[in-house]
C-alpha cells in the first residue's frame, strides 16, 4: 500500500509519514502490521470523541439508510442539518443565531471573509502575524509567512497584518476595516493563548470602528479548551465564529456562526452571495450533531481541564521548557527543532502518535480525543518521559 500511497496519492511532503492504516477505536489506531499506537493527535484536532465513536457511528449509519445528497446547500431542509443548526444557536450567546455549513475549515473561513465585505461594504481585512487559517486562496492570503505564500501570489487584495496579543497595533484597525480575523489560541504558532484581556480590547476597539471581529475556532472548538468554544473564556463575543475540524466527530465539515443581521446579507444583492453542493451534507451534518450532542451532554468538557493539569504534573522534565496551551489542546515545547523531531519520529516507534506544529518547530503537539481515559494519558506521557531520558545525553 504505501509504494501505491506514494505513487498514485498526490504528496504534501516529501517524506510523509505513510503509517499504513488497518482501523481505529476509541484512543487507539491499528496499523496493516498489526501494530497499535496510542493516539495524541486525534487527526490534528479533529477527532475530538476518539475514534468510530458508538454515537456517531450509529448517526451515519442511520442517516446513510434514509437520504445521502439530495441537493445543493440552502434549498431543502434537511433535519440533520436544521436540528445541527438549532443546537448549536442554543449553546451559543444570542447574537451567534445563524450558522451557514460548510464541507471543511478553510471553505468557513472564505465564506467569513466574504460576509464580512459584503455585510460591512468595506474590504480591508487585518489578520495575525503567524496565523494560520487554511490553505484556499482566501486563507492563504491571511498567512504572514512569506515563504509558504511568496510562490503562489498574486492573492487576494487589501489584507494587512497585526501582532497577536499586542494592544499597541490595534491603531491600524479603523474606519475603512471589514474585519479582524485572529485564531482564538493561536496554533501552529506555538499555541499561544491570549493575555490581559487582549480579545476583549480587541472587540471594542472594533466595535468602536465599526469593523466586525471573526474568531477561527477550527482547533480550540467544540469544547477542546473545557469549554464549547475557547473564546468563552475570554468574557467576549466574536461576530462571526468560524469552526471546523472536531466538530465532524472525524467526518470533514467547516462552519461559520453570525447574527441573523449580518448573516442575512449573504442571500441577496448579489443572491447565492455564497453557495456550495455539499455544504450541510445530511450523512455529515448527523455525524456533527451526534458530537455535538454527546460533548455537551457528558462530562466531557469538565474532564478536559482535569485532564490538562495530569498532562501538565506528568510532563515535566528538563528538556521541556514549557507546556502552552489549555484543555487538550497543549503543546510541549523542547530545546531544538532537531530535538522535537526526534521524539515524535521515537514515540512513533514505540506505539505513540504525536506531531509537529505547523510554524514552532520546537513544539510537541499534543491534543488527544477528548474521550483519552486517565489510564492512557499516564501511558502516553510515560512514553514521552522515557524518550526524553533516553535522548538527554545526545542534546
Ligand atoms: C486554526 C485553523 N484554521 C483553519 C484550518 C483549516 O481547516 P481545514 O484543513 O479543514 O480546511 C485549520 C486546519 O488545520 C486550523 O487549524
Same mark, same amino acid.
Given at each position: 500500500?504505501?509504494?501505491?500511497?506514494?505513487?498514485?496519492?498526490?504528496?504534501?511532503?516529501?517524506?510523509?509519514?505513510?503509517?499504513?492504516?488497518?482501523?481505529?477505536?476509541?484512543?487507539?489506531?491499528?496499523?496493516?502490521?498489526?501494530?497499535?499506537?496510542?493516539?495524541?493527535?486525534?487527526?490534528?484536532?479533529?477527532?475530538?470523541?476518539?475514534?468510530?465513536?458508538?454515537?456517531?457511528?450509529?448517526?451515519?449509519?442511520?442517516?446513510?439508510?434514509?437520504?445521502?445528497?439530495?441537493?445543493?446547500?440552502?434549498?431543502?431542509?434537511?433535519?440533520?442539518?436544521?436540528?445541527?443548526?438549532?443546537?448549536?444557536?442554543?449553546?451559543?450567546?444570542?447574537?451567534?443565531?445563524?450558522?451557514?455549513?460548510?464541507?471543511?475549515?478553510?471553505?468557513?473561513?472564505?465564506?467569513?471573509?466574504?460576509?464580512?465585505?459584503?455585510?460591512?461594504?468595506?474590504?480591508?481585512?487585518?489578520?495575525?502575524?503567524?496565523?494560520?487559517?487554511?490553505?484556499?486562496?482566501?486563507?492563504?492570503?491571511?498567512?504572514?509567512?512569506?515563504?509558504?505564500?511568496?510562490?503562489?501570489?498574486?492573492?487576494?487584495?487589501?489584507?494587512?497584518?497585526?501582532?497577536?496579543?499586542?494592544?499597541?497595533?490595534?491603531?491600524?484597525?479603523?474606519?475603512?476595516?471589514?474585519?479582524?480575523?485572529?485564531?482564538?489560541?493561536?496554533?501552529?504558532?506555538?499555541?499561544?493563548?491570549?493575555?490581559?484581556?487582549?480579545?476583549?480590547?480587541?472587540?471594542?476597539?472594533?466595535?468602536?470602528?465599526?469593523?466586525?471581529?471573526?474568531?477561527?475556532?477550527?482547533?480550540?472548538?467544540?469544547?477542546?479548551?473545557?469549554?464549547?468554544?475557547?473564546?468563552?473564556?475570554?468574557?467576549?463575543?466574536?461576530?462571526?465564529?468560524?469552526?471546523?475540524?472536531?466538530? &465532524?466527530? =472525524? #467526518?470533514?465539515?467547516? @462552519?461559520? %456562526?453570525? /447574527? $441573523?443581521?449580518?448573516?442575512? !446579507?449573504?442571500?441577496?444583492?448579489?443572491?447565492?452571495?455564497?453557495?456550495?453542493?455539499?455544504?450541510?451534507?445530511?450523512?455529515?451534518?448527523?455525524?456533527?450533531?451526534?458530537?455535538?450532542?454527546?460533548?455537551?451532554?457528558?462530562?466531557?468538557?469538565?474532564?478536559?481541564?482535569?485532564?490538562?493539569?495530569?498532562?501538565?504534573?506528568?510532563?515535566?522534565?528538563?528538556?521541556?521548557?514549557?507546556?502552552? &496551551?489549555? =484543555? #487538550?489542546?497543549?503543546? @510541549?515545547? %523542547?530545546? /531544538? $527543532?532537531?530535538?522535537?523531531? !526526534?521524539?515524535?519520529?521515537?514515540?512513533?516507534?514505540?506505539?505513540?502518535?504525536?506531531?509537529?506544529?505547523?510554524?514552532?518547530?520546537?513544539?510537541?503537539?499534543?491534543?488527544?480525543?477528548?474521550?483519552?481515559?486517565?489510564?492512557?494519558?499516564?501511558?502516553?506521557?510515560?512514553?514521552?518521559?522515557?524518550?526524553?531520558?533516553?535522548?538527554?545525553?545526545?542534546?
Amino acid at each position: 500500500m504505501k509504494e501505491d500511497f506514494l505513487k498514485y496519492q498526490a504528496q504534501t511532503t516529501p517524506h510523509p509519514l505513510a503509517m499504513e492504516i488497518s482501523h481505529a477505536k476509541g484512543s487507539y489506531i491499528y496499523s496493516i502490521q498489526g501494530k497499535k499506537y496510542l493516539d495524541f493527535v486525534a487527526g490534528v484536532s479533529a477527532c475530538s470523541l476518539g475514534h468510530c465513536h458508538p454515537r456517531v457511528v450509529n448517526a451515519i449509519k442511520e442517516q446513510a439508510e434514509k437520504y445521502l445528497h439530495v441537493m445543493v446547500y440552502g434549498e431543502y431542509a434537511l433535519s440533520p442539518a436544521v436540528a445541527l443548526t438549532k443546537l448549536l444557536a442554543s449553546k451559543l450567546p444570542k447574537s451567534l443565531s445563524k450558522t451557514y455549513l460548510t464541507n471543511s475549515g478553510t471553505e468557513a473561513i472564505e465564506g467569513a471573509l466574504k460576509l464580512a465585505r459584503r455585510s460591512t461594504e468595506r474590504s480591508e481585512i487585518i489578520a495575525a502575524r503567524m496565523a494560520y487559517h487554511g490553505n484556499t486562496m482566501g486563507s492563504l492570503s491571511l498567512m504572514s509567512f512569506e515563504e509558504r505564500v511568496a510562490p503562489f501570489r498574486p492573492l487576494i487584495g487589501d489584507i494587512s497584518f497585526i501582532n497577536f496579543n499586542t494592544e499597541e497595533d490595534f491603531k491600524s484597525i479603523t474606519e475603512n476595516t471589514a474585519a479582524v480575523i485572529l485564531e482564538t489560541i493561536q496554533g501552529g504558532a506555538g499555541f499561544i493563548v491570549p493575555t490581559d484581556n487582549y480579545l476583549q480590547k480587541l472587540k471594542s476597539h472594533c466595535e468602536k470602528v465599526g469593523a466586525l471581529l471573526i474568531l477561527d475556532e477550527i482547533q480550540p472548538g467544540f469544547g477542546r479548551t473545557g469549554k464549547l468554544f475557547g473564546f468563552e473564556h475570554f468574557n467576549m463575543v466574536p461576530d462571526i465564529l468560524v469552526m471546523g475540524k472536531g466538530m &465532524g466527530g =472525524g #467526518l470533514p465539515i467547516g @462552519a461559520f %456562526t453570525a /447574527s $441573523e443581521k449580518v448573516m442575512d !446579507t449573504l442571500m441577496d444583492n448579489p443572491k447565492l452571495g455564497h453557495i456550495t453542493t455539499f455544504g450541510g451534507n445530511p450523512v455529515i451534518a448527523a455525524a456533527a450533531l451526534a458530537t455535538l450532542q454527546e460533548i455537551t451532554e457528558s462530562d466531557l468538557m469538565a474532564e478536559a481541564l482535569q485532564k490538562e493539569k495530569l498532562i501538565r504534573k506528568l510532563l515535566v522534565h528538563p528538556l521541556i521548557t514549557e507546556i502552552r &496551551g489549555m =484543555g #487538550l489542546m497543549l503543546a @510541549a515545547i %523542547t530545546i /531544538s $527543532e532537531e530535538m522535537a523531531t !526526534t521524539i515524535i519520529l521515537k514515540a512513533q516507534e514505540k506505539g505513540l502518535i504525536l506531531f509537529w506544529l505547523l510554524f514552532e518547530k520546537t513544539a510537541i503537539r499534543i491534543t488527544p480525543p477528548l474521550t483519552i481515559t486517565t489510564q492512557e494519558i499516564k501511558e502516553g506521557c510515560g512514553i514521552i518521559i522515557d524518550i526524553l531520558n533516553e535522548i538527554e545525553s545526545q542534546f
